[in-house]
């Protein structure tokens, strides 16, 4: 599936092929201290899937518990997250973060990791008061 994507300040663009297939949650340690949130949802493609049609991305290096670098890309201009890749055989494959792709609506998850550090509190939010708009 041909898809496009973009930042938040729209100073980052970029295209790429993905599998919808392939597009589960993370609620790893990591991703919820990365995006402030719960849980993460990405896509997973080869790096040669994806191209960038406009800036460059920062990337950020942690070394996972695994003792393998780990990359995080994201806008230095707004700091909206983009893109995960490994080091070594690992970069081969990168992610793209869900909520910078256009056709996100399109993309349903199909699995989740990580489920022991979930939140407990994640299958009770349908219950909450809720709103369409901020309040
Ligand atoms: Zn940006
Ligand atoms: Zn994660």
Not at 19 to 30: K, L, M, S, W
Not at 85 to 111: F, H, N, V, Y
């Amino acid at each position: 599936m041909f898809v496009t994507g973009r930042c938040h300040c729209e100073a980052i663009t970029y295209e790429a092929e993905i599998d919808p297939e392939a597009v589960g949650i993370c609620h790893c340690t990591d991703c919820q201290r990365l995006t402030g949130s719960p849980f993460r949802v990405t896509a997973i493609t080869a790096a040669d899937a994806i191209r960038l049609t406009a800036g460059q991305p920062k990337r950020y290096r942690k070394v996972g518990d695994n003792g393998r670098g780990r990359l995080q890309l994201f806008c230095p201009e707004c700091g909206a997250p983009l893109f995960t890749t490994g080091e070594g055989p690992d970069a081969a494959t990168w992610g793209i973060r869900w909520g910078s792709i256009d056709q996100r609506a399109s993309l349903t998850p199909k699995g989740q990791i990580w489920c022991r550090s979930a939140v407990d509190w994640l299958p009770a939010i349908g219950g909450l008061p809720a709103s369409d708009g901020d309040a």
